[in-house]
Structure formats: C-alpha cells, structure tokens
C-alpha cells in the first residue's frame, strides 16, 4: 500500500522548515487565500481542511467564504485584489462554482503567477511544453507517490482512465515528460479492460466507485486511485476495487487516506515555491 497520509505528513514536515527558513532569510510568509462560494457541504470541508494544513505549516491562510448569489463581477473583483495583494502568494477557487458564474472566466482572472492549481491556460501551456511553474496538486501528488515506490517511470505502460483538465490530462502530460508511454482511457474507449491491463501504472480518474476491477490489473502494476466517492453508507471509496485489486496490484493507494492527503501537501508546496520566486523578485 502507498500510505497518502504519512508520505503528506513528511512532506509537510519539510515545508514547514522551509516556510520558516524563507521568513526568517527573507521576512515573506507564504500567503494562500482560498475563495469558497455556495454552501456544497464537501467544498466547504475541503477548504477548512486547506486552512487547518497552511495553518500547521506556518503559512498564512486566508479565506473567502461567499454567498451563492455572489455574482460573477463580485467574484472577479475580488479575484483582482488577491492579485494584487502582496500577502498572497497562492490563490486557489475552489470549484465547482454555482450555475451562473463561468468558470473559465473567473479561473483566467486568477493571475498566473499565483495560480496555486495550475488551472490557468498559461500554466497549462507551459506544463505541456515541459517547462511548468504551477503544477496541478493532485497530478503532482500521483507522481510522488510513484515515485514513492522506487518505480522507474521511464518506458513504462501507463493508462489514464478519465480526461477531466484537473486530473486526468495533466497526469497523462506529466507521465509523458518522465518518458512513459502514455495511453488515455474515458467513456467511449472501446474495450477499457484489455487497455487498462497491458499498464505497468494505472492512474483511476472517474468518478465511479469499484470501476477498476483486479482481472483489470496487470500483476505487480503500480495503481494510483484518485476517485473519491460517498457511498449510499455514508463511506467514502474509492474509483478502484480496493480489496480484490489489492491482491494482484504490486502497489495500490487507499481512499480515503490515498490521493487527497497528497493533494493539500502539494498546494501547500505550490505556494511556498510562488513565495520564493517573489521573494526571489
Ligand atoms: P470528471 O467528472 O471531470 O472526469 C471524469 C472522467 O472519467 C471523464 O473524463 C470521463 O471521460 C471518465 N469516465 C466517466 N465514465 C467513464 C467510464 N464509464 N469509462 C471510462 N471513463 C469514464 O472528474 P475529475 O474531476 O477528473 O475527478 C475524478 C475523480 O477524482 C472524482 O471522484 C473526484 O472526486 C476525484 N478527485 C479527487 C481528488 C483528490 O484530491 N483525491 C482531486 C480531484 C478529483
């Protein structure tokens, strides 16, 4: 198993002494505002647990918390003072956002130079060119935690099943920079199962719990399962069928306790390295 949890914790344990030493040489804290608008129950915890971890490690959080009916100038003027404000570092809106504001709008007024997720086309851009500055968090955690298990990532199988801008494209960007080869499974890929088991890595993006069964998975493959579905229990499971594929994978990630701990750790991280390219300014 890839223990999310305790490979976040250690990494949060390093920015914090990095946060520190940059106060400290430099007198900048690293600065992330995270903007919340609507009342979603799971964004909202998502934002606190964001919160609860800049807190831990020494940054300087601020939050935004909207009404739904914040209308999309609202938004985007509050967007424009984040920008310019010399506090902030990181800026993350946490999505999905309500029906009527655009969110390709409000996520190209975020300024590229503090586009904390990596969502704005000018980091996109720069990621597909192999040179990127931000990141997105939860594809930058899924390469850690390969990396975690002293996998050589170069030549390798690996299958992307799902093509959301947040997940599966930009994994399947960066598995390509590490030279792999990089197949993209979604809705109308014809024979997903016989795909999914020629991979070395399987990277499980859907949104649809059990989707990845274990006569999907290649003995000893590497299986990153990003998924995080409520169950009609209340539990939350992931998109891969955990205790089956968990006798043939040679590695598998958890949910909960998988993905999510990484991704907070790589926002966190994301901020900090915006600091320092202020501070380096
Ligand atoms: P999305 O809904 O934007 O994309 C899902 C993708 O799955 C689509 O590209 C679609 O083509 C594909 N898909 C849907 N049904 C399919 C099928 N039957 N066969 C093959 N492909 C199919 O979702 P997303 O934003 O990429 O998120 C995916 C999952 O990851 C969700 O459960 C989400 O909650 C979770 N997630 C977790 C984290 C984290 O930090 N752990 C972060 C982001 C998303």
Redesign the pocket.
């Known amino acids: 198993m890839i223990d999310g949890k305790s490979l976040a914790l250690k990494l949060r344990e390093g920015i914090a002494q990095e946060v520190s030493l940059l106060e400290k040489t430099t007198g900048i804290k690293p600065g992330l505002a995270a903007v919340l608008v609507g009342d979603d129950p799971a964004s909202a915890v998502y934002v606190r647990n964001k919160k609860i971890a800049c807190e831990k490690a020494g940054l300087y959080p601020e939050e935004h918390l909207l009404p739904a009916s914040t209308t999309q100038d609202t938004l985007l003027a509050l967007i424009a003072q984040l920008n310019a404000d010399p506090k902030i570092h990181g800026i993350l809106v946490q999505l999905p956002l309500p029906a009527h504001i655009e969110s390709k709008a409000i996520l190209q007024a975020v300024s590229p130079e503090k586009d904390a997720d990596g969502f704005h086309p000018v980091n996109v851009g720069r990621l597909v060119e192999g040179d990127p500055v931000f990141v997105p968090?939860?594809p930058k955690?899924v390469i850690h935690m390969i990396d975690s298990t002293g996998l050589d990532i170069s030549g390798k199988q690996a299958v992307v099943?799902?093509?959301?801008?947040?997940?599966?494209k930009p994994v399947a960007m960066l598995l390509l920079h590490r030279h792999a080869t990089v197949t993209i499974?979604?809705?109308?890929?014809k024979d997903?199962p016989s795909v999914v088991r020629e991979a070395d890595i399987v990277i499980a993006?859907?949104?649809?719990p059990f989707?990845v069964k274990a006569d999907m998975v290649k003995e000893r493959a590497v299986v990153i399962d990003?998924?995080?579905?409520r169950l009609d229990n209340g539990k939350l499971a992931g998109?891969v069928d955990f205790d089956r594929v968990k006798e043939r994978a040679g590695w598998l990630t958890p949910?909960p306790g998988?993905?999510?701990p990484?991704?907070?750790a790589m926002l966190l991280q994301n901020t900090l390295e915006s600091a320092k390219r202020f501070a380096e300014q």
């Not at 099943?161 to 599966?168: A, C, M, T, Y």
């Not at 499974?185 to 890929?189: A, G, L």
């Not at 990003?226 to 579905?229: A, E, L, Q, T, W």
């Open positions: 968090c939860t955690g099943i799902g093509r959301s801008n947040i997940v599966g499974c979604h809705s109308r890929t997903l993006a859907i949104g649809k989707f990003v998924g995080i579905n998109d949910v998988g993905v999510g990484m991704t907070i």
